[in-house]
């Protein structure tokens, strides 16, 4: 039953880390947005562009982990085919 749980956290697709990757830049950018009302002038659009910056990182990330994982369940296919 806990691995049931367990995968519902997995992100599988690329459409499902395209949608983990939109809300978190929907909260990034909310946030942003109050930065720059927070803080008036540069300091404030410097914190929102750094909030930019942290959700494509973030999302480079997931994008590049999910490539990794098809990669490597691939060359995992592979191995236990040629035997």
Avoid: C, H, Q, W
């Amino acid at each position: 039953m806990l691995r049931k749980v367990k995968r519902l956290f997995v992100i599988k697709t690329r459409f499902e880390a395209y949608l983990i990757i939109f809300a978190l830049a929907l909260g990034a950018m909310t946030r942003g947005a109050n930065y720059t009302i927070e803080y008036p002038g540069v300091g404030g659009y410097l914190l929102f562009a750094a909030t930019a910056g942290a959700v494509f990182l973030g999302g480079a990330k997931i994008l590049d982990a999910l490539r990794y994982e098809r990669e490597a369940k691939a060359v995992g296919r592979e191995d236990t085919d040629s035997e």
